[in-house]
């Protein structure tokens, strides 16, 4: 396969903001794609070279991919750098400079093969250590040298982390279901193959080489994250048991951070709610589960928690920060110690229990895990009534929790990978308050601050997620909570994602001084959610012509960091935020 036929696929796909057309394309191009490398082909679309978890980044610094284009064209650095400084995008400058070197060289050229740029990349991320900044710019100079002007865009552009089609998972599922699926309706096949695997690459190999029927027998594998399921709300006991059909298993939701912990003989890796290892940071939690699940093999789920050394009690969710880090992970590892709840079993001793119902994961769970001070299972209450429900619920306050997670017990109580969904029920303290009520929302565009907040950002234009369309959709501006740490931190945590222009995913009426790719998610406290004619949050779906707005939101310091946009409250939920404020105020 010529690289040239993904380039000038992606050429057409940055050309359109529709979603439709974007997946027409898409499709396009991997019937053109031969199945051997359709997995290749699918990560290259993605900017990437292997799914999230693997966690391997191509990461070339945009000096780098200046010095090899230099030496490929012939040109000095220096100009090079004037010339992104002026345009701003370093696939744009190859592109010109390479058109350029273009007229003045004559001689035969070597097409470029998709393979040789994806092996090519994949020696490069795999460099490290010493000399490997000069490897990696010799092999890039390699690349570019044959490619043509609009191949040499879209190299540097991926190889430098910019490449951004917006080809987000659930276009390729669509695309992967109309090109080899037999037409829309396999997708939710397909995409139950993705939620447990999460790995595009792998389900679009066997959809194009087996198709559904290689699908139907997709199974869970042993270190490749399953997608989390996740839980709706509630406000009051009484509706959540109603909604679990009279009677439910009441967990305590504890404050900490997800962890799904694959185990395969002695070796243990932890993945986090976004599907990275985060094993570097919790090899204390890694010893706990290697010595603490009696299975040889096992995929089972639970809280990590941080808990204070002197009293043993549960400490809250922010106290984990201290654990994210590259450098000092064993003192901060003496400092602050974790413990493990266990929640849910996925997987044990060759056996998927993705489609069991949970008392019986549960069960598989208390017997694959040797409980003892810092492993446990959660915490749990099987009831029916709403009197012991409220009390439970007290009891996990008072213990440090943040509220419990109602479960059904249903024989569908399956477990729903990658969906939020009213198996699970969260019951927090602030949905008892009022108007009060914690989101999650993105940071989309930010806007200049003046007076004391000058050369800071003065406030983020925030958005949430809307699922159905994969847009993000503002809904506040968001300027209070943050303290002088924070206005600092900010722009630091930002930069990297500052876009020239508004994404084409985001929706927005409001011009922002700065926009960003949606990536930063921030959890905001709102005082209460109106209609708005500015934002464009659920648009229509109220009233025709407005959207929904957060008034007076405020951070409340929790960077969500181990939420990726997509994992952002949606814009449905604020929908129905909105209605059960409209019910509580009616009650009043
Ligand atoms: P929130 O923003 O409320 O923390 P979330 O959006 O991260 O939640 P939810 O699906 O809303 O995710 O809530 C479920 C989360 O609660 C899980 O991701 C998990 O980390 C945590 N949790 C704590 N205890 C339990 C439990 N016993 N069972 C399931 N999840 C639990």
């Given at each position: 396969m010529d690289y040239a036929v993904i380039a000038d696929a992606y050429e057409k796909i940055e050309a359109t903001t529709k979603r439709l057309e974007m997946t027409d394309l898409l499709v396009d191009l991997l019937k053109k794609t031969p199945k051997n490398v359709i997995a290749k082909v699918v990560y290259l679309t993605q900017g990437k070279l292997y799914p999230d978890f693997v966690g391997l980044e191509i990461g070339v610094a945009e000096k780098l991919a200046i010095k090899?284009?230099?030496?490929?064209?012939?040109?000095?650095?220096?100009?090079?750098?004037?010339?992104?400084?002026?345009?701003?995008?370093?696939?744009?400058?190859a592109e010109e400079v390479m058109k350029k070197k273009k007229q003045t060289t004559f001689g035969a050229q070597k097409t470029l093969k998709m393979l040789e740029v994806y092996e090519t990349l994949d020696r490069m991320a795999n460099k490290t250590g010493s000399g490997a900044v000069g490897s990696k710019m010799a092999f890039l100079a390699g690349l570019l040298s044959y490619a043509s002007p609009k191949e040499a865009k879209f190299i540097l552009r991926t190889v430098t982390g910019n490449l951004r089609l917006g080809i987000a998972d659930m276009t390729v599922l669509d695309a992967l279901a109309i090109a080899y699926g037999g037409g829309k309706e396999a997708r939710e096949l397909i995409e139950r193959a993705y939620n447990i695997s999460s790995d595009l690459g792998r389900v679009a190999n066997v959809v194009a080489e087996k198709g559904l029927a290689g699908i139907k027998k997709f199974q869970v594998v042993v270190f490749e994250p399953i997608r989390p399921m996740l839980a709706e709300r509630l406000s009051s006991p009484e509706e959540i048991l109603e909604k679990l059909g009279g009677k439910c298993?009441?967990?305590?939701?504890?404050?900490?951070?997800?962890?799904?912990?694959?185990?395969?003989?002695?070796?243990?890796?932890?993945?986090?709610?976004?599907?990275?290892?985060?094993?570097?940071?919790?090899?204390?939690?890694?010893?706990?589960?290697?010595n603490n699940v009696n299975a040889e093999e096992a995929i089972l789920e639970a809280e990590c928690v941080a808990v204070d050394v002197e009293t043993g009690e549960l400490l809250p969710f922010q106290e984990l920060m201290h654990r994210r880090r590259k450098y000092g992970v064993k003192e901060a590892m003496e400092q602050y110690p974790v413990s493990l709840f266990m929640f849910d079993a996925l997987y044990v001793d060759g056996k998927d229990l993705t489609l069991d119902a949970y008392p019986l994961r549960r069960t598989l769970l208390e017997k694959a895990v040797k409980e003892n001070d810092r492993v446990k299972a959660a915490k749990q209450r099987k009831t029916s009534s709403v009197k012991e429900l409220e009390e439970f619920f007290e009891e996990a306050i008072e213990d440090g929790c943040e509220g419990l997670i109602c479960k059904s017990v249903g024989a569908d109580s399956v477990y729903q990978a990658g969906a939020r969904g009213w198996m699970w029920i969260k019951y927090k303290r602030d949905y008892k308050s009022e108007m009060t009520d914690t989101v999650d929302l993105v940071v989309v565009g930010a806007f200049h601050g003046r007076g004391k907040r000058a050369g800071a950002y003065g406030a983020l234009l925030l958005a949430a997620y809307n699922k159905e369309a994969d847009t993000f959709e503002t809904v506040t501006k968001l300027g209070t909570g943050f303290t002088d740490d924070d206005l600092k931190k900010l722009p630091e945590l930002l930069r990297e994602h500052v876009v020239p222009r508004k994404p084409s995913r985001v929706?927005?009426?409001?011009?922002?001084?700065?926009?960003?790719?949606?990536?930063?998610?921030?959890?905001?406290?709102?005082?209460?959610?109106?209609?708005?004619?500015?934002?464009?949050?659920?648009?229509?779906?109220?009233?025709?012509?407005?959207g929904l707005a957060i008034r007076f939101p405020r951070f409340t310091g929790k960077y969500r960091t181990d939420k990726a946009a997509e994992d952002a409250t949606t814009s449905a939920e604020v929908v129905e935020m909105y209605r059960n404020q409209l019910k509580q105020i009616g009650a009043a």
């Amino acid at each position: 396969m010529d690289y040239a036929v993904i380039a000038d696929a992606y050429e057409k796909i940055e050309a359109t903001t529709k979603r439709l057309e974007m997946t027409d394309l898409l499709v396009d191009l991997l019937k053109k794609t031969p199945k051997n490398v359709i997995a290749k082909v699918v990560y290259l679309t993605q900017g990437k070279l292997y799914p999230d978890f693997v966690g391997l980044e191509i990461g070339v610094a945009e000096k780098l991919a200046i010095k090899a284009l230099a030496k490929a064209s012939g040109r000095k650095d220096i100009e090079l750098l004037q010339l992104l400084s002026t345009i701003g995008d370093i696939g744009e400058v190859a592109e010109e400079v390479m058109k350029k070197k273009k007229q003045t060289t004559f001689g035969a050229q070597k097409t470029l093969k998709m393979l040789e740029v994806y092996e090519t990349l994949d020696r490069m991320a795999n460099k490290t250590g010493s000399g490997a900044v000069g490897s990696k710019m010799a092999f890039l100079a390699g690349l570019l040298s044959y490619a043509s002007p609009k191949e040499a865009k879209f190299i540097l552009r991926t190889v430098t982390g910019n490449l951004r089609l917006g080809i987000a998972d659930m276009t390729v599922l669509d695309a992967l279901a109309i090109a080899y699926g037999g037409g829309k309706e396999a997708r939710e096949l397909i995409e139950r193959a993705y939620n447990i695997s999460s790995d595009l690459g792998r389900v679009a190999n066997v959809v194009a080489e087996k198709g559904l029927a290689g699908i139907k027998k997709f199974q869970v594998v042993v270190f490749e994250p399953i997608r989390p399921m996740l839980a709706e709300r509630l406000s009051s006991p009484e509706e959540i048991l109603e909604k679990l059909g009279g009677k439910c298993v009441a967990e305590y939701k504890y404050d900490g951070e997800r962890v799904q912990a694959h185990k395969k003989g002695n070796e243990v890796v932890l993945y986090s709610r976004r599907m990275e290892s985060i094993s570097d940071q919790y090899p204390d939690a890694v010893e706990l589960v290697r010595n603490n699940v009696n299975a040889e093999e096992a995929i089972l789920e639970a809280e990590c928690v941080a808990v204070d050394v002197e009293t043993g009690e549960l400490l809250p969710f922010q106290e984990l920060m201290h654990r994210r880090r590259k450098y000092g992970v064993k003192e901060a590892m003496e400092q602050y110690p974790v413990s493990l709840f266990m929640f849910d079993a996925l997987y044990v001793d060759g056996k998927d229990l993705t489609l069991d119902a949970y008392p019986l994961r549960r069960t598989l769970l208390e017997k694959a895990v040797k409980e003892n001070d810092r492993v446990k299972a959660a915490k749990q209450r099987k009831t029916s009534s709403v009197k012991e429900l409220e009390e439970f619920f007290e009891e996990a306050i008072e213990d440090g929790c943040e509220g419990l997670i109602c479960k059904s017990v249903g024989a569908d109580s399956v477990y729903q990978a990658g969906a939020r969904g009213w198996m699970w029920i969260k019951y927090k303290r602030d949905y008892k308050s009022e108007m009060t009520d914690t989101v999650d929302l993105v940071v989309v565009g930010a806007f200049h601050g003046r007076g004391k907040r000058a050369g800071a950002y003065g406030a983020l234009l925030l958005a949430a997620y809307n699922k159905e369309a994969d847009t993000f959709e503002t809904v506040t501006k968001l300027g209070t909570g943050f303290t002088d740490d924070d206005l600092k931190k900010l722009p630091e945590l930002l930069r990297e994602h500052v876009v020239p222009r508004k994404p084409s995913r985001v929706q927005s009426t409001l011009a922002a001084d700065v926009w960003f790719e949606p990536n930063v998610v921030l959890e905001v406290l709102g005082a209460e959610i109106t209609l708005s004619p500015i934002h464009l949050c659920a648009l229509n779906s109220i009233r025709k012509g407005s959207g929904l707005a957060i008034r007076f939101p405020r951070f409340t310091g929790k960077y969500r960091t181990d939420k990726a946009a997509e994992d952002a409250t949606t814009s449905a939920e604020v929908v129905e935020m909105y209605r059960n404020q409209l019910k509580q105020i009616g009650a009043a």
